[in-house]
């Protein structure tokens, strides 16, 4: 049956399909949707694990026991479950296990752009790439099988171009009906990894890959074209499509197994071919191999080595090369200077929960000084993390300092107190942030006796990445009731005696929350509460500006709010978009923003 | 054969984009087309820019649409239609919904927010067919005002060859149930407010 299926949408099909019964994930863009889709899908026990770390030692441990396991992520999320993802190399596996990497060229929607088929080289770890929803689909049951018979994890790399791109799959199977029941083995030797028992396994390592090579030359999804032999193209991914897109007439080979390489493969088709180029995304990887193999190629030269690559990209270069004549495509369009558009940057929404906090933050903080300058003693630095709260670095907001990689707010906050820097310092991070990774940091605060305020913006959910379910909301991947990890008593837990919860839309309280944790010389935790608007779709009655009392100061801008624009001087407040926060009611000098009657 | 179809849609997050071009792209695919579809929105739910590719062919490699080779710009808001009209080949046709989502940029920065002479003039650098729909009102006539993007489809469909069957049936298929009647009706009416700019036009010739 064909089906329009996204690349995501594909791979938890595959999965299902190949009989997964375990799948784990901590969502992020763009890998959510693997586990979105499979938790739709019965008799598969799927959750969103604390982090991605814990999310690969829960497939780990069903993979022990002799069932079929899926982990996926981000690709900043394996390096986050880096050190189990190593250490399931060395065990192997009973159970098929495979983890999606997604990767992001272009950082649509990430702090930085990795390439993960390196990941599978330094790991031993044998990956497969899809060019189209069609090979997603059909590599899951391959991962499956091959991390089965070769006794060893299987990396499933995707980019978001094919994890957010919709192609017709045509789907061949249906869920397999034979599965294993699970049952563990006893086996230290293999499980238990002291270093006599790791060093033996450092051995099956090897053999395995060597065994992995020569399987991977009769590969069916690596696929040969031979058309022009005066060209030869060698592309995995989505880049295989844009080669195929600008180089017509060429030969192209198409790799699916991407670690361990098909060196065999690579020669025989150099040998066809007059000229061998590669067609990649990111690091030169495939190219490297090439050459090591003594083959003359063109990569990196024409393909730029940032960024997401699109057709036009590989039409310019192969130009450039001389690969290709430039009489493809109506490429002459005539473009006078490019318009100057306003900007559409994403924005915190109308009633959101992580405004009236920055704007506190930035009015009590002073943050007078530009980029480039050293601060005055009284600013405030706030150390920040990933999540929708990280827009705030946006003016008007611009209320944040740094934001590096999950959870480092609170040990970037401690870093800089400990080097002694006279400011306060306040770290900003989001509940499923704070639940990811961020409570190994709060614990270190308190262990090393710092004095930062931490800010947990507690909205319910995980927003940025489409309302998934963390330990602190009580709702499980399928959408059940669980048992929710009371935030404050944790933070207690932890030694924190300095706890308030305030309300996310009374600014007044925020504002002499913060000052009074501030003044503290103790870790103080001000949880700030309030709910996403888009999650849970609220909306109470909307504010509207009196006009008569309006003096046009535009303060009411400052919290950036996609309600409030200028007409004819004055403010005006756009009812459909207003939820009702009443932030900005709070803000006007004049009092002249209140509920619409 | 079938023709090839290269649309690119663009618009502002939360308004439409992504169903709009969900539902073209099986369309294509339930009529025998080969098809890609992929959206470029980084994080668009907070109300960025949301650009899709839709391509209908024999055989589609890139599912990104090339600079120069987009044959329909479908615009569900104003100033996405011009920010993306460079796409346009010398003969495409920009089609472009009467909405205005302004963005905060605009109001507090020094770039306002380009009025529809001035988006024209973009748009006419790239071709000289563009149709400015009320798709506003014909939605608010379908009651339905959320159905712009389906005001916006049946528009464009007056200029592709698929029968009118093959896009409600679609429709039919994947909206809920509620919104079915009132979403149909928008496409037909903007279907019709297509065929009288069509015919308006030959008669005119």
């Known amino acids: 049956m064909k089906q329009l299926l996204s690349g995501n949408e594909a791979i938890a099909l595959g999965a299902y399909h190949a009989g997964v019964v375990v799948a784990t994930a901590y969502p992020g863009t763009p890998s959510t949707e693997i586990m979105e889709n499979i938790a739709r899908m019965d008799d598969v026990y799927t959750e969103w694990s604390t982090n991605e770390k814990v999310a690969l030692e829960v497939g780990i441990g069903a993979s022990y026991s002799g069932v079929r396991a899926l982990v996926s992520m981000k690709h900043v999320g394996l390096n986050v479950a880096a050190d189990p993802f190593f250490a399931v190399s060395t065990t192997g596996v009973v159970g098929g296990l495979v983890i999606i990497s997604c990767d992001d060229p272009g950082e649509h929607s990430s702090q930085g752009e990795q390439d993960n088929r390196h990941f599978a080289r330094i790991a031993k770890v044998p990956m497969l790439e899809p060019t189209n929803s069609q090979d997603a689909y059909d590599l899951m049951e391959w991962a499956f099988n091959i991390s089965e018979e070769f006794d060893t994890p299987v990396l499933l790399r995707s980019t978001t171009r094919i994890s957010h791109c919709k192609t017709v799959v045509d789907v061949k199977g249906e869920r397999k009906s034979d599965l294993k029941k699970p049952s563990f083995m006893r086996s230290p030797a293999k499980f238990v990894m002291v270093p006599s028992n790791a060093r033996v396994r450092r051995q099956v390592m090897e053999e395995r890959i060597i065994k992995l090579q020569a399987y991977v030359e009769d590969f069916p999804l690596n696929e040969m074209l031979l058309a022009d032999r005066k060209l030869g193209v060698i592309s995995d991914g989505v880049a295989y499509q844009y080669a195929r897109e600008v180089f017509k007439d060429a030969s192209h080979l198409k790799l699916a197994t991407i670690y361990p390489f098909p060196s065999n493969l690579i020669s025989r088709f150099a040998e066809e071919v007059e000229r061998v180029v590669v067609v990649e995304e990111l690091d030169p990887y495939l190219e490297d191999e090439v050459r090591r193999l003594g083959i003359a190629v063109t990569g990196k030269e024409f393909i730029p080595i940032i960024g997401e690559l699109d057709p036009e990209i590989v039409e310019r270069g192969a130009i450039q090369a001389g690969l290709l004549q430039k009489t493809s495509g109506p490429a002459s369009v005539p473009v006078s200077p490019a318009p100057q558009l306003p900007a559409r940057r994403p924005q915190l929404c109308a009633g959101c929960p992580h405004v009236a906090a920055e704007f506190v933050l930035r009015r009590l903080g002073f943050r007078t000084t530009s980029p480039g300058k050293e601060l005055k003693e009284d600013e405030f630095i706030v150390t920040s993390d990933i999540g929708c709260y990280t827009l705030g670095v946006y003016p008007p907001l611009a209320a944040l300092d740094t934001c590096a990689c999950m959870g480092a707010s609170i040990g970037t906050a401690l870093g800089l107190e400990k080097a002694g820097v006279p400011n306060k310092i306040v770290a900003v991070l989001g509940d499923s942030t704070f639940m990811h990774s961020g409570i190994t940091g709060l614990i270190d605060v308190v262990y090393n006796q710092g004095s930062n305020t931490i800010i947990i913006l507690d909205n319910g959910t995980t927003a940025m990445t489409g309302h998934q379910g963390h330990p602190g909301t009580g709702i499980s991947a399928k959408n059940t009731k669980t048992q929710a990890v009371d935030l404050e008593s944790l933070v207690k837990g932890c030694g924190v005696r300095d706890v308030t919860v305030v309300d996310a839309f009374d600014l007044k309280s925020i504002e002499s929350t913060i000052k009074q944790s501030v003044a503290n010389n103790e870790p103080s935790v001000i949880i700030v509460r309030g709910s996403c608007p888009l999650h849970t779709r609220a909306k109470s009655t909307p504010y509207k500006v009196d006009e008569d009392e309006c003096i046009g100061c535009f303060d009411c801008l400052d919290v950036g709010c996609p309600a409030i624009s200028i007409l004819e001087d004055e403010a005006v407040i756009d009812p459909e978009v207003c939820t009702g926060c009443g932030v900005c009611a709070q803000i006007c000098p004049q009092g002249a923003i209140s509920e619409s009657k | ?205």
């Open chain 2, 1 to 205: 054969m079938m023709k090839d179809v290269n649309v690119l849609m663009v618009g502002v997050g939360g308004y439409g984009v992504i169903l709009a071009s969900d539902g073209m792209a099986e369309v294509g695919m339930e009529n025998g087309y080969d098809v890609k579809k992929t959206d470029s929105l980084g994080m668009s739910q907070r109300g960025g820019s949301v650009v899709s590719h839709v391509r209908w062919g024999t055989q589609v490699f890139s599912p990104l649409i090339k600079k120069g080779e987009v044959d329909f710009l479908v615009g569900l808001e104003q100033l996405e239609a011009a920010r993306w009209a460079s796409f346009l080949k010398p003969d495409g046709v920009a089609i472009v919904a009467d909405v205005v989502v302004i963005p905060i940029s605009a109001v507090t920065g020094k770039i306002p927010y380009p009025d529809w002479d001035k988006i024209k003039g973009i748009i006419l650098q790239y071709t000289d067919e563009i149709h400015l729909v009320p798709a506003i009102r014909i939605a608010q006539e379908a009651d339905n005002p959320r159905a712009v993007n389906m005001v916006m489809l049946g528009f464009l469909s007056a200029f592709l060859e698929l029968e009118h069957n093959a896009w409600t049936d679609v429709m039919r298929r994947r909206l809920p149930p509620k919104f079915v009647e009132s979403s149909v009706n928008a496409f037909d009416r903007g279907l019709q407010e297509a065929n009288s700019v069509i015919e308006a036009r030959e008669i005119k010739k």
